[in-house]
């Protein structure tokens, strides 16, 4: 049984495969078109997965696509009918841009199966695509569930539980009610790109005063009996798919917006942070209905707004849920994985679960292939027969490096295969790294990687966090020990390593630490702004000689500048 699962009405293009139930691989668009959050349809990422799975298109028994077109589709009218003489940018995204991507995507089916069996097509819901997505994959039977973003077709919040591998609905809201939009609209404030740009504002928010607009912020933003949630519109312009996200009341109740190459100001700073208050606030809210309407032990959480680690921090911290699952790809990315297991467990039936620890679903470049593709770019390298001690040594040295191996990880976290690695306890590397390689905004964190075995001792989280999806604080007396990626406010987006997931990595991470006494590694996106993570070795020398990167390893191949 092989199923192909789609995402491309959305952003985030991405392709994946099932075989069985397994997932044998799963591929992001953008990283073989270079375009960031790539809107295209998949080609590449179905060609790869085809490729790297060795299936033939004829061998292929469904196809799961993660929307369904029909869905709220008369709701749509009524609301563009209500926008009067604005429903004209409505018309052409909402409406209009279904129709046409419905139409490429029968185009591209009727081109890929000419020649083969015709699989059969299924239409998934967008947010139940979030959910089986991030469900089917943890290691929960009973599980409360919920899903936030900006829209997917009209909903924008799912709100129910999964007992036993069946999933119910409690309730949902529905656009233009979006806590997504809400936030996008402050990541627009502070000079981001929203829809993009999400966690610089997260990162932002610490820098700033909660209190100076909480109370303003907080009423905003309603959350209701059912826990569906009221947004006051006045103070946006998302609502009519207007350019500007914000409304005129937006900038007479907060100020002058920031221009996306403009001086912070201490009331972006506070905007920022009031908007991630009250997101994390109103989130709780949703969690504690909840806590009391299921008798769940653990939440999971999907949707783009749940790689809002700071929130999820607090999920975990000040609820009743064990722990909370968030899969590594929880946008618009890992809806594909999501479609495709919904067909497989709830349309076709099948009860084995394949719980999925291990991110890393991607490409794989075999060494003797890399070893050409150096050959022939007439790169010196040198071939360790200890790559993990040697680039350990580099690292306690002050070299930042940038770390390619085995199967690429899935979402917008590098977490130990397509990495830049360096040395936590150095006081200006956090700043060198954002301004000589990484090109971007001097305030922005570093995330730490440590071994599971060393998590208690450096960071307050009584769990692991292997998809770096939950920032916790750093030990109080371990802070000065790892500035490098301890934030201004003493927290930490943690990623916990085991030896059974990535071998190499922790192998690494547990070398530095005989050097230096502490099992951590600063750890962030092999990439520079605006790029997705590099995918091919070809990426990953360009960016190596188009940076401030000291080393390059690929495999087992060291190449220095």
């Not at 033939?56 to 009067?84: F, M, N, Q, R, T």
């Not at 991030?134 to 997917?152: I, N, Q, V």
Request: glycine share 6%.
């Amino acid at each position: 049984m092989i199923i192909l699962g789609v995402n491309y009405f959305f952003h985030d293009s991405s392709a994946c495969l099932l075989k069985d139930g397994e997932l044998v691989v799963a591929l992001e668009e953008e990283r073989f078109t270079r375009k960031k959050h790539s809107h295209q349809f998949p080609n590449n990422a179905i060609e790869q997965c085809l490729k790297y799975a060795d299936i033939d298109p004829s061998e292929i028994d469904h196809i799961a696509v993660s929307i369904k077109p029909s869905k709220h589709w008369l709701k749509k009218l009524v609301y563009c009918l209500s926008l009067g003489r604005k429903m004209g940018p409505f018309i052409s995204h909402e409406l209009k841009g279904t129709i046409f991507k419905l139409r490429d995507f029968n185009k591209w089916y009727e081109s890929f199966t000419r020649n083969s069996n015709k699989p059969t097509v299924h239409f998934v819901e967008h947010h139940m695509s979030h959910i089986a997505g991030t469900y089917f994959l943890s290691p929960y039977e009973d599980a409360a569930l919920l899903s936030l973003d900006g829209s997917g077709e009209w909903s924008t919040l799912f709100v129910g539980e999964a007992r036993g591998g069946s999933i119910e609905k409690y309730s949902e809201t529905m656009f233009p009610h979006s806590l997504g939009s809400f936030y996008e609209a402050a990541t627009e404030f502070c000079g981001f790109r929203p829809n993009y740009d999400e966690g610089k504002t997260m990162g932002l928010a610490p820098f700033g005063d909660p209190t100076r607009f909480y109370n303003i912020v907080d009423k905003i933003v309603t959350v209701n009996e059912d826990a569906t949630v009221t947004i006051d519109l006045s103070y946006f312009n998302y609502q009519n798919w207007s350019r500007r996200r914000c409304s005129d009341k937006f900038y007479s109740t907060f100020g002058k917006p920031r221009k996306n190459d403009g001086e912070f100001l201490d009331h972006h700073h506070d905007v920022a942070a009031a908007f991630q208050k009250v997101l994390e606030d109103k989130v709780l809210q949703i969690c504690r209905y909840l806590e009391k309407r299921t008798k769940a032990d653990h939440i999971v959480l999907a949707g783009g707004v749940s790689l809002n680690s700071v929130m999820n921090g607090r999920i975990l911290r000040e609820t009743r849920f064990n722990d909370l699952y968030v899969m590594p790809a929880a946008g618009d990315n890992g809806t594909s994985i999501g479609a495709a297991y919904y067909v497989y467990h709830e349309i076709l039936g099948n009860k084995k679960r394949f719980f999925h620890s291990n991110p890393y679903v991607g490409n794989h470049y075999h060494k003797e292939d890399v070893r050409r593709i150096l050959e022939e770019c007439k790169l010196p390298f040198k071939e360790s027969k200890d790559v993990c001690k040697e680039t350990a040594e580099m690292l306690r040295s002050g070299n930042i490096i940038g770390w390619f191996q085995g199967r690429m990880e899935i979402g917008p976290r590098a977490l130990g295969n397509r990495s830049i690695l360096a040395d936590p306890t150095l006081d200006g590397m956090k700043d060198k790294i954002n301004a000589e390689v990484k090109h971007r905004e001097a305030y922005r964190p570093f995330a730490p990687s440590a071994t599971v075995e060393a998590k208690d001792e450096f960071f307050d989280i009584e769990v692991e966090a292997p998809f770096m999806l939950k920032v916790c604080d750093v030990k109080e007396d371990k802070k000065e020990l790892i500035p490098a990626i301890t934030h201004v406010d003493g927290s930490a987006r943690l990623q916990t390593v085991k030896k059974e997931t990535n071998q190499r990595y922790h192998q690494l991470i547990t070398e530095f630490g005989k050097l230096s006494g502490i099992p951590v590694l600063l750890n962030t996106s092999f990439n520079i702004m605006g790029e997705p993570i590099v995918e091919s070795p070809l990426h990953a020398i360009r960016c190596f000689f188009s940076t401030g990167l000291d080393v390059l390893v690929i495999d087992d191949f060291i190449i220095k500048k």
